[in-house]
């Protein structure tokens, strides 16, 4: 089982990166607040140079994410889950924590209220956190044996039919063992990240990040019986377009590769991990409950 949260872990950053969604309503001003906040703290404020060239913020050095995987000792990202998903897998291999401030609608992932942003810092820098680590799943596209494709994802690889086509049939295996052949408009593989996400709302079960698991969900499948199911996160998963209908393979649902018959997509758990921070007291079921509006409060007796 993975590592989920520890209390109050030291903490001393010397370096922070910025990244902010961009074009965002509002986001220049709470940018340069927060630069200034941290400016204040004696911390050197570096920011992702597409992010300071949309807002025209001068004054602070500019770094691409590599740059920042190789400077920076934590990274605050203002934005939503998908500004996360994009800037997690780019630093994924440079174990940077990420700190997610919420400038979305939903906010799985950047759990930090835009309105609380400099008093959550505040504690968090004086040690009021915690950790948290979650799993990505790294994929490759094989045609005729030769890889064609690969990429890392934080909530998912969904293998899908195309927008002028009818179902596609895919056949998947598990560690070398046959598993099914489906047809449906496509499969869902997620990590327990990514089971609040489109897993979700094709019916799937919802993972806690701690579980060490891959849930794949069917999208819409011709049998009924074709149900979600999770398998071990040290599993091989493969699957092949046996069906000759357009295709593709989406990657958090922000990059994707077209597909062809024939075409096997092999993934597995990376060997990267993404390290989030939280501020102290934070609860995975409490997203749940005001990300999902399941609108349960405690009783006095906290029951």
């Known amino acids: ?14 370096t922070i990166a910025i990244i902010g969604k961009h074009f965002a309503t509002g986001i220049a001003q709470a940018l340069s607040d927060l630069a200034d906040f941290l400016g204040s703290c004696g911390l050197v404020v570096v920011f992702e140079t597409e992010t300071a060239e949309n807002i ?30 994009g800037i997690a897998r780019q630093l994924a291999p440079y174990n940077v924590p990420l700190i997610g401030i919420n400038q979305g609608r939903v906010g799985f992932m950047t759990d930090i209220s835009l309105d609380r942003m400099i008093p959550t810092l505040t504690e968090m820098l004086n040690g009021k956190m915690e950790t948290e680590s979650r799993a990505l799943l790294e994929a490759t596209v094989l045609r005729a044996g030769e890889k064609i494709f690969c990429a890392l994802a934080l909530n998912d690889v969904v293998v899908s039919r195309g927008a002028r086509s009818g ?62 199911i999770a398998v071990c996160d040290s599993s ?59 609108n349960e409060y405690p009783t006095p007796e906290g029951r």
Not at 72 to 81: I, K, L, R, S
Not at 198 to 215: E, F, K, R, W
């Open 1 to 14: 089982m993975l590592p989920i949260k520890s209390p109050i872990v030291p903490f001393a950053p010397k």
């Open 56 to 85: 025209a913020l001068t004054g602070y050095e500019r770094m691409t994410p590599e740059q920042i995987g190789q400077h920076a000792d934590a990274v605050v990202v203002v934005g939503g889950d998908g500004t996360m998903l």
């Open 236 to 294: 091989e998963i493969v699957i092949e377009v046996v069906s000759d209908r357009d295709a593709s393979a989406n990657f958090d649902m922000q990059s994707l590769t077209s597909l062809v018959y024939g075409d096997r997509i092999t993934i597995a758990r990376s060997r990267h991990t993404i390290t989030f921070l939280h501020p102290e007291g934070w609860s995975y079921y409490d997203t749940l409950r005001k990300k999902l509006h399941w």
């Open 167 to 228: 179902m596609v049939e895919l056949k998947v295996h598990v560690d070398g063992r046959f598993m099914y052949n489906q047809r449906s408009d496509g499969l869902i593989v997620a990590t327990p990240t990514g089971s609040t996400a489109y897993a979700l709302s094709s019916g799937g079960p919802i993972l806690h990040p701690g579980l060490s698991g891959i849930v794949l969900v069917p999208i819409a499948p011709h049998a009924l019986s074709n149900r979600p």
